[in-house]
T-cell receptor
Framework: DQQVKQNSPSLSVQEGRISILNCDYT??????FLWYKKYPAEGPTFLIS?????DKNEDGRFTVFLNKSAKHLSLHIVPSQPGDSAVYFC????????????FGTGTRLTVIP | KAGVTQTPRYLIKTRGQQVTLSCSPI?????VSWYQQTPGQGLQFLFE???????NKGNFPGRFSGRQFSNSRSEMNVSTLELGDSALYLC????????????FGPGTRLTVL
């Protein structure tokens, strides 16, 4: 049962433009969401998170938006840089206070110079 | 501060054998989680340990087991290996149970022949 879904396996964006990565979830019990970035042969790296009591969280070039009614979140990267090319995963812990994350299937972002 | 380390980085085994993977968390981190990444199933939670106790377990057969030592280092064991166990095994550590931000190691690439 894929409780966290990323329906776009890949995305290509020109350098300097906005990258928007999307994620949908089915479990209404999720109350915290995270985005991770993964380069080949490395473990995922934490990017940004958002609590369900918020609808937006910003950190530099990265902004995450949460729409609870639609069970949808998105990651915006502005401006996109070639070094952002990686696989991006959204994730949610199954239980509050636990560290067992459900991961989406990932979206491969390619930023074209 | 050193990151999460995993040993070995690469491993080749044959069906029916068993394997033990090791993870050293970031100094001071008490929670260690294990994940399996495969092309077909993506990133899936295996189990989580905190203070030497297994706190959560994912939907994997009993052939997958783990433990945590008093210094927070963790090992996972897979017995009677099957071809489908070929995967990247990732370990993640966090400060405590409330530490949603998990920091991942580089992973151990297991190939079962």
């Amino acid at each position: 049962d894929q409780q966290v879904k990323q329906n776009s396996p890949s995305l290509s964006v020109q350098e300097g433009r906005i990258s928007i990565l999307n994620c949908d979830y089915t479990n209404s019990m999720f109350d915290y969401f995270l985005w991770y970035k993964k380069y080949p042969a490395e473990g995922p790296t934490f990017l940004i998170s958002i609590s369900s009591i918020k609808d937006k969280n910003e950190d530099g070039r990265f902004t995450v938006f949460l729409n609870k009614s639609a069970k949808h979140l998105s990651l915006h990267i502005v401006p996109s840089q070639p070094g952002d090319s990686a696989v991006y995963f959204c994730a949610a812990p199954l239980q509050t206070g636990a560290n067992n994350l459900f991961f989406g299937t990932g979206t491969r972002l390619t930023v074209i110079p | 501060k050193a990151g999460v380390t995993q040993t070995p980085r690469y491993l080749i085994k044959t069906r029916g054998q068993q394997v033990t993977l090791s993870c050293s968390p970031i100094s001071g981190h008490r929670s260690v989680s294990w994940y399996q990444q495969t092309p077909g199933q993506g990133l899936q939670f295996l189990f989580e340990y905190f203070s030497e106790t297994q706190r959560n377990k994912g939907n994997f057969p009993g052939r997958f087991s783990g433990r945590q030592f008093s210094n927070s280092r963790s090992e996972m064991n897979v017995s009677t290996l099957e071809l489908g166990d070929s995967a990247l095994y990732l370990c993640a550590s966090s400060l405590d149970l409330q530490g949603y931000t998990q920091y991942f190691g580089p992973g151990t690439r297991l190939t079962v022949l």
